[in-house]
Nanobody
Framework: QVHLAESGGGLVQPGGSLRVSCVVSGSPIHFYSMAWFRQTPGKQREWVAHLRPTGTANYLDSVKGRFTISRVNVEKTVYLQMNNLQPEDTAVYYC?????????????WGQGTQVTVSS
């Protein structure tokens, strides 16, 4: 059974940076597209970024130029480097495998990691 363990969140001031991590157990990841999502209370979980096995990355418009998704396949870990964080980035961040043709998540969700951007 696949298990996703996100970590690295915290409280940061506007303009600050954080790197969140996602360790996958129970499956390799090198063949898969991996993504980050986020969710705030009362809203649906939204896709933030994904990284195809080819190395192609795509980002939500509002995070382009600020966030970078990366992966270390041998460690089965996916990262999201977040720079110039803004209050609207406050959310619980989750990772997941997505389908090859869309951003539909395919695995059960982990517990997520809380990112709070506030002065």
């Amino acid at each position: 059974q696949v298990h996703l363990a996100e970590s690295g969140g915290g409280l940061v001031q506007p303009g600050g940076s954080l790197r969140v991590s996602c360790v996958v157990s129970g499956s390799p990841i090198h063949f898969y597209s991996m993504a980050w999502f986020r969710q705030t209370p009362g809203k649906q979980r939204e896709w933030v970024a994904h990284l195809r096995p080819t190395g192609t990355a795509n980002y939500l418009d509002s995070v382009k130029g600020r966030f970078t998704i990366s992966r270390v396949n041998v460690e089965k870990t996916v990262y999201l480097q977040m720079n110039n964080l803004q209050p609207e980035d406050t959310a619980v961040y989750y990772c997941n495998r997505i389908s090859a043709q869309s951003t539909e998540p395919l695995w059960h969700w982990g517990q997520g990691t809380q990112v709070t951007v506030s002065s």
